[in-house]
């Protein structure tokens, strides 16, 4: 089955720095991509939608200039937030997909990143 | 807005038993409908889904109704076993969008 990895797994941060997480398609083509975020004991959230070559399309009430997104490629998009603080901290989760996004098809989920925020 | 919910947070039975889970849904316009599985600290593990135009579908112990009546889903598995122990979230799709229910967290006690 198709596989998607993020990295880092887990990180650890000052608040106000910044940090960037990966999203890979390991084995196919990530038309689209989508990262989400969960707070504990809560559902996913969908941030944003990202497809590549061009801008993301951001959920209403994310800041797209907090959280910016790249996919530059077909088998990678970056989630880098900004300015990190305390709030942020959460579970953030990406997802691909190889098909026109506004076909249903399976989305394939990653690991999810930890990122704690001191 | 639209929002797809759960009515029960926690479910907890016996090794062997069936399990139902249900989840509630108000957009009538959602085209699929997807069960996932999430284990502690990792991403969401695809079950099975069903279509709009649909009320059963059957995978390996699970079955997913969809009642479009009164937008209600549900997932049965068959014989649970402890490693069905797990949060799990019903999905719906529209837009290019997945929107994600509260989930239900299922115990399953040797």
């Known amino acids: 089955g198709a596989v998607v990895s993020q990295h880092p797994s887990r990180v650890i941060c000052k608040s106000g720095t910044s940090v960037k997480i990966e999203c890979r398609s390991l084995d196919f083509q990530a038309t689209t991509m989508f990262w989400y975020r969960q707070f504990p004991k809560q559902s996913l959230m969908l941030m944003a939608t990202?497809?590549?070559?061009?801008?993301?399309?951001?959920e209403q009430g994310v800041e797209k200039d907090k959280f910016l997104i790249n996919h530059a490629s077909l088998t990678l998009s970056t989630l880098t937030v900004t300015s990190a603080h305390p709030e942020d901290s959460s579970f953030y989760i990406c997802?691909?997909?190889?098909?026109?996004?506004?076909?249903?098809?399976?989305?394939?989920f990653g690991p999810g990143t930890r990122l704690t925020v001191l | 807005g639209e929002s797809v919910g759960l009515h029960l947070p926690t479910l907890s039975v016996q090794e062997g038993d069936n399990s139902i889970i249900n989840c509630a849904y108000s957009n009538s316009a959602s085209d699929y409908f997807i069960w996932y599985k999430q284990e502690s600290g990792k991403g969401p593990q695809f079950i099975i889904d069903?279509?709009?135009?649909?009320d059963k579908r059957q995978g390996q112990r699970v079955t997913v109704l969809l009642n479009k009546t009164v937008k209600h889903l549900s997932l049965q598995i068959a014989a649970t076993q402890p490693g069905d122990s797990a949060v799990y979230f019903c999905?719906?799709?529209?837009?290019?969008?997945?929107?994600f229910g509260q989930g239900t967290i299922l115990t399953v006690h040797p």
């Open positions: 069903i279509r709009s135009n649909m």
């Open positions: 999905a719906e799709f529209t837009g290019g969008k997945l929107t």
């Open positions: 997802s691909a997909n190889d098909w026109d996004a506004q076909s249903y098809n399976e989305q394939f």
């Open positions: 990202s497809n590549e070559g061009s801008k993301a399309t951001y």
